[in-house]
T-cell receptor
Framework: AQSVSQHNHHVILSEAASLELGCNYSYGGTVNLFWYVQYPGQHLQLLLKYFSGDPLVKGIKGFEAEFIKSKFSFNLRKPSVQWSDTAEYFCAVGRTGTNAGKSTFGDGTTLTVKP | NAGVTQTPKFRILKIGQSMTLQCTQDMNHNYMYWYRQDPGMGLKLIYYSVGAGITDKGEVPNGYNVSRSTTEDFPLRLELAAPSQTSVYFC???????????FGSGTRLTVV
């Protein structure tokens, strides 16, 4: 069965620090990759996605992620975090073929940014 | 645009009761999904639909049923509620398999 692993459950950073959240998946086929964010009191929203082409993708609010196929990884990065980035972040892997559209989510990483 | 609308936002059910969680989207998306999120866990797929009249089970379908009579609506039915169904339920939609999801705001359900 496909699984998604987010290595850090809770990350605490100071403003202006750099961020990298790890995401690894286990699935041998072609995948679509997503990062979602849930700000306090808000619903989940798409941060960025990858399905083909340049493995370095840029999303909203200065976030980017790199797909490394050989490592089955899709890590999220931001050079300088802000207090407003405090949120929960979910990595998701979408299948293709007959299971197209269905996504498996990681358990999430809670990011706390101290002002 | 409203996006994905879920009702109710909160509900407390007694064991054995039934209820329907409503989900409506106004984006003409073909794909719709129901996920549940337990504390400290990721989202688990309950049911999904790739178009009106077509539904299929996800990872955790037991105790739930769905229907998709229109493109817009994808209600989730809980029959004989159990404490294990206490969770936050999210409905989502997408235009096709390559796009990410648009989520609703969730329904927090407690079964006592």
């Amino acid at each position: 069965a496909q699984s998604v692993s987010q290595h850090n459950h809770h990350v605490i950073l100071s403003e202006a620090a750099s961020l990298e959240l790890g995401c690894n998946y286990s699935y041998g086929g072609t995948v679509n990759l997503f990062w979602y964010v849930q700000y306090p009191g808000q619903h989940l929203q798409l941060l960025l996605k990858y399905f083909s082409g340049d493995p370095l993708v840029k999303g909203i609010k200065g976030f980017e992620a790199e797909f490394i196929k050989s490592k089955f990884s899709f890590n999220l990065r931001k050079p300088s975090v802000q207090w407003s980035d405090t949120a929960e972040y979910f990595c998701a892997v979408g299948r293709t073929g007959t299971n197209a559209g269905k996504s498996t989510f990681g358990d999430g990483t809670t990011l706390t940014v101290k002002p | 645009n409203a996006g994905v609308t879920q009702t109710p936002k909160f509900r407390i059910l007694k064991i054995g009761q039934s209820m329907t969680l409503q989900c409506t989207q106004d984006m003409n998306h073909n794909y719709m999904y129901w996920y549940r999120q337990d504390p400290g866990m990721g989202l688990k797929l309950i049911y999904y639909s790739v178009g009106a009249g077509i539904t299929d089970k996800g990872e955790v379908p037991n105790g739930y049923n769905v229907s998709r009579s229109t493109t817009e609506d994808f209600p989730l039915r809980l029959e004989l509620a159990a404490p294990s169904q206490t969770s936050v339920y999210f409905c989502a939609s997408s235009p096709d398999a390559l796009y990410g999801y648009t989520f609703g705001s969730g329904t927090r359900l407690t079964v006592v």
